[in-house]
């Protein structure tokens, strides 16, 4: 479809068609109800190949450059740079913006596949490259820290049920 059309035109077109799908998914990721975003789902849970990130943490390095990626903080403030608590519903609503932000970056990826079929392939190659570039790092991390908050929840909830236990035992 771009393949008529001068260098410039291209590149105008493409970051066109780019910047609006970018556009388009992240509204429609912020309009869309946190139970989207259900940690339980499929594309969210866990493979087993990704041994609670440890994976990534091994083979990717990703604890090296993770904090150097910058992040969005929306309008109701949820920074996910640091945890802000340590009740069970604050971890369980942080991990399901880990959800929201996968979903996010893995949706903007698609866009390279529009990239690579509208344009010359060498063009459509370099493209799709930078638009991949641009999202999975993000995917990866929110994936990352997703299976440690998880962990984490889970020793939570044990120190609070070993609390509560130590809490009603009467001791002679």
Partial sequence: MLRNLSFINMLLSNFLIIG???LVVFFMCL????????????????????RGGLWYRDKLKIQVWKDKLPQYIGKSGFSKQHLNGLSIDYIDRFIEETCRGEWMHMKNCICSII???????????????????????????????????????KRRIRELQGGSVRENTVTA
Avoid at 35 to 47: E, H, T
Wanted: no cysteine.
């Fill in 20 to 22: 609006l799908w970018h």
């Fill in 31 to 50: 309009r869309m109800p946190l139970a989207s975003f259900n940690p339980s789902k499929g594309r969210f849970v866990q493979k087993d190949w990704e």
């Fill in 115 to 153: 990239i690579l079929i509208i344009n010359p392939l060498l063009v459509g190659l370099v493209t799709s490259f930078f638009i991949v570039l641009g999202n999975l790092p993000f995917a990866i991390v929110q994936r990352y820290n997703r299976f440690r908050l998880q962990i984490l929840r």
